[in-house]
């Protein structure tokens, strides 16, 4: 198992409409070293998984050195930012730009798909946020 495991999902309620992300950092032992569960404005439910990754991405900076695994259950965010998609919507194509530049600075990560079940807490938070109103609260 690698050094970092973090766990991105993202929720829009009406797709689009009130979005969320979650991003859970978890260590190889399994302990939790942070939730983020973050409102991210009227978004589609793709566009809210982008900012879930692009989230991830930038708190794996911060762990750079070490092996990261970043799962996400998105099938269409992981085939696109692996290639195997093109990404034909504009806002997706500026997410998956800042997606790619990130990804490029941490040779240590890797995106991998994961069945829905095994990104329970992230999704979780995701959930959570998009329930919130624009306060934060």
Not at 75 to 81: D, P, S, T
Not at 89 to 114: C, F, G, I, S, Y
Request: proline share 4%; with cysteine.
């Amino acid at each position: 198992m690698p050094g970092i495991r973090i766990e991105i999902d993202g929720s829009s309620r009406f797709n689009p409409g009130p979005a969320g992300i979650g991003v859970r950092i978890v260590e190889k032992d399994g302990s939790v070293i942070k939730e983020i569960s973050r409102f991210v404005g009227i978004r589609t439910n793709n566009q809210a998984e982008y900012e879930a990754l692009l989230c991830g991405l930038r708190q794996a900076l911060n762990f750079a050195a070490r092996p990261i695994i970043i799962q996400t259950d998105s099938e269409l965010i992981y085939r696109q930012v692996k290639g195997s998609y093109k990404v034909r919507n504009e806002e997706l194509k500026r997410l998956h730009t800042q997606t790619r530049k990130l990804l490029a600075m941490l040779p240590h990560a890797d995106l991998r798909l994961v069945p829905r079940k095994l990104n329970q807490g992230a999704d979780k938070l995701a959930r959570n946020a998009s329930a919130r109103k624009r306060t934060g609260k």
